[in-house]
């Protein structure tokens, strides 16, 4: 499908909505907080295929989608559509631009007018950019509502009057008035029951032949990614973590994440009824403070132990998620449970620190250690009961610190990149991706 140059360029793309940004926030002198929605996103789309963009909500995919197009302006970054500087397009070709790019929204209750006929709706774009004569602009969208499937007599119905999957086709009728080339469809089935939801899709597909057009699809729904992509990017908190082609990424994932994503997929087979799911630990972390290095470090199964920890890695996994929880002050102190009760909130007696230390251990780890790793964790507890949260996590890291926490992968280059310290340099000085895969 890479053949010749991209319709659609996208590099570095940034889009940062910022806090404490007022007037009032800079009188006071609170620092603007930048929320990371998109950060550093590339990827390239060909003419007549199909991108599919996955992640989990609030992974910044529709952002991407929005500023892609200029319903948000970007904070950095270069967008190129057929070889032009998006960002920098100005009047005449600025109007051209937003013709030949259209966008189908997830919401087909709100993305409509409910003051405006379906008709009217649909012709709106055609009225914008001034294209043919009124009776040109009534038939074109009489003809396209055919094309979706609905009827040329609903034309003076309002939006109220229609179905879910029904709104949803008024809504790609409106995005191809105007023939665009390229369009991007914002999660346009989550809305809509299952069979509506493969009505919508097998409508899409059939407009993409019959029009030549080029598709970004936003979605969550993996199983809706695999039926319609030619390729797959996989999206996590701002930023790309892989892409390949669709059967490609599905049948051999390289990403933890994206492990995890494929994971998740219900089965419909009943012979995997009993099978082990493997969760991810942990919450998504804030786009206001994303981890440093990798971002999934802080949920990865297979977060990389530094050289020669010789320790199993859902054990490496607890302890990392031990140190970050004590540098976040995750740990209540107020009460730990031994023979007595110790109240250690503004630290412990130095009688009290052996019991109250192997309490916290008990507490919050569930590996039995090694003799040399078990040494390390009473340290730093014996200093998280003396009130020391600095000292203990320090004594964690100096002992665990991981190369995912230190440096950030490169997506790379070639036809499925991932961004992954074990398909990197790191992976040559541990034992690799043919432990987990």
Not at 54 to 71: D, F, H, P, Q, Y
Not at 102 to 120: E, N
Not at 354 to 367: F, H, M, V
């Amino acid at each position: 499908m890479s053949v010749g140059d991209p319709l659609v360029r996208v590099d570095d793309l940034r889009k940062y909505f910022w806090e404490h940004d007022s007037l009032l926030d800079r009188l006071f002198g609170d620092e603007p907080v930048p929320v990371r929605a998109v950060d550093g996103v590339s990827f390239e789309i060909y003419e007549g295929e199909t991108l599919g963009l996955v992640g989990e909500s609030g992974c910044g995919k529709s952002t991407a989608g929005e500023t892609m197009v200029r319903l948000q302006e970007p904070t950095d970054g270069r967008v190129e559509f057929d070889g032009e500087p998006v960002f920098a397009l100005e009047g005449e070709a600025l109007d051209a631009f937003r013709r030949a790019v259209q966008i189908v929204f997830q919401d087909p209750f709100s993305s409509l007018d409910p003051r405006m006929t379906v008709g009217d709706t649909v012709r709106e774009p055609l009225d914008v950019h001034g294209v043919g004569t009124e009776r040109e602009r009534r038939d074109r969208v009489r003809d396209l509502l055919e094309r979706v499937g609905l009827s040329a007599d609903q034309f003076d119905r309002y939006p109220h009057e229609f179905s879910g999957g029904q709104r949803q086709r008024i809504g790609i009728a409106r995005a191809l008035a105007v023939e665009p080339e390229f369009v991007v469809l914002d999660e346009p089935t989550s809305a809509l029951d299952v069979s509506v939801q493969a009505q919508v899709l097998n409508l899409l597909d059939d407009l993409q032949d019959e029009f030549d057009l080029t598709y970004l699809l936003i979605s969550h729904d993996l199983s809706v990614i695999r039926h319609v992509c030619d390729r797959v990017a996989v999206m996590y908190l701002g930023e790309i973590v892989e892409i390949g082609p669709v059967d490609e990424l599905f049948g051999a994932p390289k990403h933890p994440y994206t492990r995890a994503l494929l994971e998740s997929v219900p089965r419909a087979s009943t012979d995997e009824r009993e099978r082990d799911r493997e969760t991810l630990a942990g919450d998504v972390p804030s786009p206001r403070d994303p981890p440093s290095g990798c971002r999934f470090r802080t949920r990865c199964p297979m977060v990389i132990p530094p050289e020669g920890l010789d320790i199993e890695r859902e054990t490496y996994r607890e302890l990392m998620t031990l140190r970050e929880r004590i540098e976040r002050r995750d740990v209540s102190l107020e009460t730990v449970d031994t023979d007595e009760q110790f109240d250690i909130d503004d630290g412990a007696s130095d009688e009290d620190v052996p019991a109250a230390t192997a309490a916290l251990k008990d507490r919050l780890l569930e590996s039995e250690l090694p003799p040399r790793h078990e040494a390390v964790v009473d340290e730093a507890l014996a200093e998280l009961t003396a009130g020391n949260w600095a000292a203990a996590a320090d004594r964690l890291r100096a002992e665990y610190e991981s190369v995912c926490e230190r440096e950030a992968p490169g997506l790379g280059d070639g036809s499925h990149p991932v961004a992954c310290h074990l398909h990197g340099a790191a992976a040559e000085r541990t034992d690799g991706p043919s432990s987990w895969t």
